[in-house]
């Protein structure tokens, strides 16, 4: 088999995830909008290129050897970024092209009023920004039918790990337990994520994905669980009608429902962490709950 090689639109968090993964170490090119951004694409094992809208000649260079392409941009009032900038590439320009992976997330569902959505289940997208994304991801599976490319996409829930995760936001202060009664939320680790990219990567796998933990849970009970593994006292409940929020913040909580994931299961991939449980107590136990580096638990 020829060697494989990845380009990353949009190389963040979930990204850098992917690259700790990579072990046979395969070459990895990924993107960033800030320079300042290198050297950390460049620690996790990518080699950075900036992408800020336009396509310049060396990311020309990099896609035409590039074999297993990820997207991880989210799409704006013009439209999906990359196809905007990369789309006559992508038809054209890219003959060595396998597979296209999507990150997209559970939000196109919308609101199923805390009832189980499977990749069958009608988009309901309550937002703008998921309204976009609906659309993005029939123009990436349509050009995956108009090149003759399997397109998967992954939609994925919460996205926690090292440095993000209800430990760390107990110890910086800004851990809140907000209640809405009956809402619930999935979530996924990004090592996850990582892992269900390698596997649909390594098979050319193409379809829609739930990439998401196996139980919904009220968000406040997370913070709670933490707060326990911490031996710290959790704060104190704020009802959802009178919490100070965002926008943005305050309509995560219009949409309710349970993400069911047994396609990705059904592809052969097994969670690492099937639930927020699980993932908290393994990162304090191993002190990487921070930034993935073990160190010892504060006290608390």
């Known amino acids: 088999m020829s060697e494989r090689r990845f380009f990353i639109f949009g190389a963040g968090y979930s990204a850098r995830a992917f690259a700790r993964a ?16 290198f050297e950390a694409l460049r620690s996790a094992g990518i080699e950075p290129l900036q992408f800020d809208g336009a396509l310049p000649p060396e990311l020309g ?31 054209r320009k890219m003959p060595a092209l396998e597979w296209i992976g999507y990150l997209s997330t559970v939000g196109v569902y919308g609101d199923h009023g805390g009832a189980w959505v499977d990749e069958t289940s009608d988009c309901r997208p309550v937002s703008k920004r998921s309204v976009m994304r ?17 397109v998967a996409i992954l939609r994925l829930s919460g996205i926690y790990g090292p440095g993000r ?20 939320f999935n979530r996924i680790h990004c ?5 269900a990219l390698w596997l649909l990567a390594g098979n050319n796998l193409g379809g829609i994905f739930n990439v998401t933990d196996d139980e919904p849970a009220p968000p406040q009970d997370v913070v ?27 309509s995560f909580y219009g949409e309710n429902k349970r993400v069911a994931n047994q396609a990705i299961k059904a592809a052969g991939y097994r969670f690492r962490f099937p639930n927020y449980r699980v993932a908290l107590e393994r990162m304090w136990a191993g002190g990487n709950w921070r930034d993935g580096a073990p160190r010892s638990p504060m006290r608390g």
């Open 165 to 184: 995760n209800a430990l760390t936001n107990l110890e910086d202060g800004t851990a809140r337990r907000l209640v809405k009664p009956e809402q619930v």
């Open 134 to 150: 609906v659309a993005a991801e029939q123009e990436w599976l349509t050009l995956g039918r108009e090149i003759g490319k399997p």
């Open 191 to 195: 090592d996850d994520i990582a892992g």
């Open 22 to 37: 990579n072990a046979h170490h395969e070459p990895i090119s990924g993107t960033t909008r800030a320079p300042e951004k």
């Open 224 to 250: 709670t669980y933490a707060a326990g593994l911490m031996g710290l006292t959790p704060p104190p409940e704020i009802p959802f009608e009178t919490a100070q929020l965002s926008p943005m913040a305050r």
């Open 61 to 91: 260079d990099a896609l035409a050897k590039t074999t297993h392409l990820i997207v991880s941009v989210a799409p704006d009032e013009a439209g999906d970024p990359v196809l905007n900038a990369a789309g006559d590439a992508l038809r």
